[in-house]
């Protein structure tokens, strides 16, 4: 199983920004795409953007396009969230994940469709 280590959080003002990391921390393996999912308390664990691995392509939840990208370094295997002009509505411990398995391009939104997952970082913004 693969680990997956993210960096990068911490406590900003509203309208602020934070950039995100995350690697695996044995190595480069296989894998089809690698997204960004956060977790507010109380809540469930949602969707926030994922990125295909060898095209590049990405998907965004509604209410983070335009404020958040996602990006990734092919040869470091690392995926990166910019996060922009924060509010605290994005309060909440990121995770990121990868595809090990190429799943349907319709389920990526899915927590199910990620196979390993890293350990969060938590993002605070004050208002």
């Known amino acids: 199983q693969v680990q997956l280590v993210e960096s990068g959080g911490g406590s900003v003002q509203a309208g602020g920004s934070l950039r995100l990391s995350c690697a695996p921390s044995g190595g480069t393996y296989t894998t089809y795409a690698m997204g960004w999912f956060r977790q507010a308390p109380g809540k469930e664990r949602e969707f926030v953007a994922t990125?295909?691995?060898?095209?590049?392509?990405?998907y965004y939840l509604d209410s983070v396009k335009g404020r958040f990208t996602i990006s990734r370094e092919k040869y470091k295997h690392t995926v990166y969230l910019q996060m922009n002009s924060l509010q605290p509505d994005d309060m909440a411990v990121y995770y990121c994940?990868?595809?090990?398995?190429?799943?349907?391009?319709?389920?990526?939104?899915?927590?199910?469709?990620?196979?390993?997952w890293g350990q969060g970082t938590q993002v605070t913004v004050s208002s």
């Open positions: 994940a990868d595809q090990s398995v190429r799943r349907p391009t319709g389920l990526i939104r899915l927590p199910q469709s990620y196979n390993d």
């Open positions: 990125i295909n691995w060898a095209s590049g392509y990405t």
